[in-house]
């Protein structure tokens, strides 16, 4: 029974997996990037940027560059280098839909 709850719950996941999931970005943000860069208000100081205040594509495109080496930070490259684009869209959507107002 366990194993069938399992195997809906991934099916369902994966049903919807084509738009981002806040819910997954936000798990992965809480876990991670949360450490330097703070979740919902600013991290505690330079050298780490806000990303809150950033939009879907621009955290798209950095994360991608990231991930492909062609911009340069010996930190979010091995970070970065560990999401698959599912996360990027993930982690971008959630940060994206952050706003400092809410906090
Ligand atoms: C160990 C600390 C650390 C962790 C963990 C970390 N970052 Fe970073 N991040 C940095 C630093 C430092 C920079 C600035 C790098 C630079 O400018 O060279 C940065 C830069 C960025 C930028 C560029 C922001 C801009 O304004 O251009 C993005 C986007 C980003 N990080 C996303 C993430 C995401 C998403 C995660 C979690 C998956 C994450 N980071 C985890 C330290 C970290």
Redesign the pocket.
Known sequence: MKRLVLFLAAFLLSESSYAANLFAGQA??EA??S???GLKKSSADA?????FE?DFA??QM??QQ?RDKTR??D??NA??GL?SDE?IDN?AAY?DNIHPASK
């Open positions: 992965k943000v991670v990037c450490q330097c860069h050298p780490f940027p806000r990303l950033r621009y955290l950095a994360l990231y340069k930070s930190i979010m970070v970065a999401l996360d982690i940060y």
